[in-house]
Nanobody, 123 residues
C-alpha cells in the first residue's frame, strides 16, 4: 500500500523557516520523481519544487527560488522541503507527490499523494 505522510507544517512568522518532511512507503521511492505542491483556499494546486530520482536535478517555482530547497534521502525514503524567509503568501496546504516518469511538473502527472500539512505564515 502506497503511503506518503507529510510532517513539519505549522504556524510561523514572516521571515521564519520551516522544514517539511514526507515519508514514503509501499513503492520504489528511489525510482520516482518527487515534488512539493501547495494549495491555498480558493486557488489551484501549484508546484513548489520538484526533484529527479537521483536527487541531482531540481526545479523551483519562481516564487520560491532562492528561499526554498527541495532534497531527498533515498536511503530513508524521505523527501524534504526547507523553507526560509517565509512570506504570508506562502501560507497553504503543502502536499508531497510522486510520479514514475518525467514530464511536466503538473499535478496531473503525479499518481501518489500525501494528505498534506498546513503552513501558516503571519506577520
Amino acid at each position: 500500500q502506497v503511503q506518503l505522510v507529510e510532517s513539519g507544517g505549522g504556524s510561523v512568522q514572516v521571515g521564519g523557516s520551516l522544514r517539511l518532511s514526507c515519508a514514503a512507503s509501499g513503492y520504489t521511492y528511489s525510482n520516482y520523481f518527487m515534488a512539493w505542491f501547495r494549495q491555498a483556499p480558493g486557488k489551484e494546486r501549484e508546484v513548489v519544487a520538484g526533484i529527479y530520482p537521483s536527487g541531482r536535478v531540481t526545479s523551483y517555482a519562481n516564487s520560491v527560488k532562492g528561499r526554498f530547497t527541495i532534497s531527498r534521502d533515498n536511503a530513508k525514503n524521505t523527501l524534504y522541503l526547507q523553507m526560509n524567509s517565509l512570506k504570508r503568501e506562502d501560507s497553504a496546504m503543502y502536499y508531497c507527490a510522486g510520479s514514475p516518469s518525467a514530464g511536466t511538473w503538473s499535478p496531473t502527472d503525479f499518481s501518489y499523494w500525501g494528505q498534506g500539512t498546513q503552513v501558516t505564515v503571519s506577520s
